[in-house]
Antibody
Framework: QITLKESGPTLVKPTQTLTLTCTFS??????????VAWIRQPPEKALEWLAV???????HYSPSLKSRLTITKDISKSQVVLTMTNMNPGDTATYYCAHSRLNYWGQGTLVTVSP | DVVITQSPLSLPVTLGQPASISCRSS???????????LNWFHQRPGQSPRRLVY???SRDSGVPDRFSGSGSGTDFTLQISRVEAEDVGVYYCMQNTHWPWTFGQGTRVEIK
């Protein structure tokens, strides 16, 4: 059974760095073809793909956010970590992690950016 | 970037009647491996998205057969043969053939 769960702060201040952790089970990011993706959704708006990290350490980022995003992994903990620098109110959203095939998603975590 | 355009953005439907959502991509979606990675997701209020269809027309496990995907080139469609109350929510078309992966704006389905 595959599960994913996001964790991290619910409130960050402008200019701060956001660190979100995706803890997963039922699969491994060392399996060929497998990875973890991050997607976000501002309140009442559409889904936006952010980044994906693959088993071979290959990473892809949204071009509009690439300078602010970094993905790392901790295989021993079955975790993938997303960091986003220089947060601003426009980054307020529910952040989801998902299996790279997008057939399994976490419950999402709402992050609000406010002074 | 590949722009995904969905229509309509809002779709009032009658229970038991069919419904159709269109998705158009700004360029072809054929991957170098020959597949077309065009997906459909359904998101109910307060829930995470759920993938319904992948590679244009393959239904995910547990997805009712009243949902069907079709299309080719740059035009794709999700059809619901007979709408049920649980089908309300927002439907998203999404491509993961080209980088960056991109979603459509979403189509909100509601019962009349």
């Amino acid at each position: 059974q595959i599960t994913l769960k996001e964790s991290g702060p619910t409130l960050v201040k402008p200019t701060q760095t956001l660190t979100l952790t995706c803890t997963f089970s039922g699969f491994s990011v060392t399996t060929p073809g497998v990875g973890v993706a991050w997607i976000r959704q501002p309140p009442e708006k559409a889904l936006e793909w952010l980044a994906v990290f693959f088993w071979d350490d290959n990473q892809h980022y949204s071009p509009s956010l690439k300078s602010r995003l970094t993905i790392t992994k901790d295989i021993s903990k079955s975790q993938v970590v997303l960091t986003m620098t220089n947060m601003n109110p426009g980054d307020t959203a529910t952040y989801y992690c998902a299996h790279s095939r997008l057939n399994y998603w976490g419950q999402g975590t709402l992050v609000t950016v406010s002074p | 970037d590949v722009v995904i355009t969905q229509s309509p953005l809002s779709l009032p439907v009658t229970l038991g009647q069919p419904a159709s959502i269109s998705c158009r991509s700004s360029q072809g979606l054929v991957h170098s491996d020959g597949n077309i990675y065009l997906n459909w997701f359904h998101q109910r209020p307060g829930q995470s998205p759920r993938r319904l269809v992948y590679k244009i027309s393959s239904r995910d496990s547990g997805v009712p057969d009243r949902f069907s995907g079709s299309g080719s080139g740059t035009d794709f469609t999700l059809q619901i043969s007979r709408v049920e109350a649980e089908d309300v929510g927002v439907y998203y078309c999404m491509q993961n053939t080209h980088w960056p992966w991109t979603f459509g704006q979403g189509t909100r389905v509601e019962i009349k």
